[in-house]
């Protein structure tokens, strides 16, 4: 690839990325040609980008009331870039601010009960999403927690704080594992069942079930890059067939364990 197109390829890529921080197409476009030119009048900057020059004064002096520009009051009139770090700053501050506010008005929006409707089966992808599921599903027990962890990693601190905060206020918590490493995490109320090396688990993922009748599934996927997938339900006859079984064979698994 040659020197121009590389260039061009990098424009194009910062131009992306100031769009993703809240700036117009235009807006971007005039800010990283006046990084290229230091410094210059509309018919500069027009060519040295793609926004007409009919356009580039009004788009220069929406980004000079963002603080982003400088204006020189010269014949033509001249426009400045701000130093990038106080860009930077400017950019991140008012995208911190929008964040807020948007998430302070959908916590005022959403709806208290987000359960599935009865007989629904909901999906989640990614392990963030599938975290937070699982530590809000365990907050709502009333009487039985278990949560299938394979790993050490698969308890996560969010989900760990949780399982405790369940344990504390009198419901039954129980973490199933093939991972010797968490009988320490066999605190604050919380049970930890390992399986023998004489009875191995052989896990799919994680799993939850409270209640007896709400259970989330989650596996990872055969992507590249390695996600998570998971499927839930809440209060239904699904979600009590499904514990039903992880019942059975938690209750199997223990039998099992008590005769190695």
């Known amino acids: 690839m040659d020197r121009a197109n590389e260039t061009a390829m990098s424009?194009?890529?910062?131009?992306?990325?100031?769009?993703?921080?809240?700036?117009?197409?235009?807006?971007a476009q005039v800010f990283v040609a006046l990084q290229r030119l230091g410094g210059g009048t509309a018919q500069e900057v027009s060519r040295n980008s793609e926004v007409p020059r009919s356009q580039v004064y009004g788009t220069a002096d929406g980004l000079a009331e963002r603080?982003?520009?400088?204006?020189?009051e010269s014949s033509p009139k001249t426009y400045r870039p701000v130093e990038l770090s106080t860009a930077r700053q400017l950019l991140t501050e008012r995208l911190e601010r929008e964040t807020a506010r948007a998430f302070d008005t959908l916590e005022?929006?959403?709806?208290?009960?987000?359960?599935?409707?009865?007989?629904?089966?909901?999906?989640?992808?990614g392990r963030r999403p599938i975290d937070d599921r699982i530590a809000a599903l365990v907050a709502d027990a009333d009487s039985t927690v278990v949560?299938?962890?394979?790993?050490?990693?698969?308890?996560?601190?969010?989900?760990?704080?949780?399982?405790r905060e369940a344990a504390s206020t009198g419901v039954s918590v129980t973490v199933v594992t093939a991972e010797p490493s968490l009988r320490d995490r066999s605190d604050g109320g919380v049970?930890?069942?390992?399986?023998?090396e004489d009875n191995p688990a052989d896990f799919a993922g994680r799993a939850l079930?409270?209640?007896?009748?709400?259970?989330?599934?989650?596996?990872?996927?055969?992507?590249?890059?390695?996600?998570e997938e998971a499927l839930w339900t809440g209060d239904s006859s699904i979600g009590r067939i499904l514990a039903a079984f992880m019942r059975s064979g938690m209750e199997s698994g223990r039998d099992r364990h008590r005769e190695s």
Request: net charge negative; no cysteine.
């Open 11 to 27: 424009e194009r890529e910062a131009i992306e990325a100031l769009e993703a921080l809240g700036l117009s197409n235009y807006e």
């Open 67 to 72: 603080g982003l520009l400088e204006v020189i």
């Open 108 to 125: 005022e929006l959403r709806a208290t009960d987000r359960s599935p409707a009865e007989g629904d089966v909901a999906t989640l992808r």
């Open 147 to 163: 949560f299938v962890s394979p790993t050490a990693e698969s308890l996560t601190g969010e989900i760990a704080t949780a399982l």
């Open 191 to 196: 049970e930890v069942f390992v399986m023998s």
């Open 209 to 227: 079930m409270v209640d007896d009748r709400t259970v989330l599934l989650a596996a990872e996927t055969d992507s590249s890059p390695v996600e």
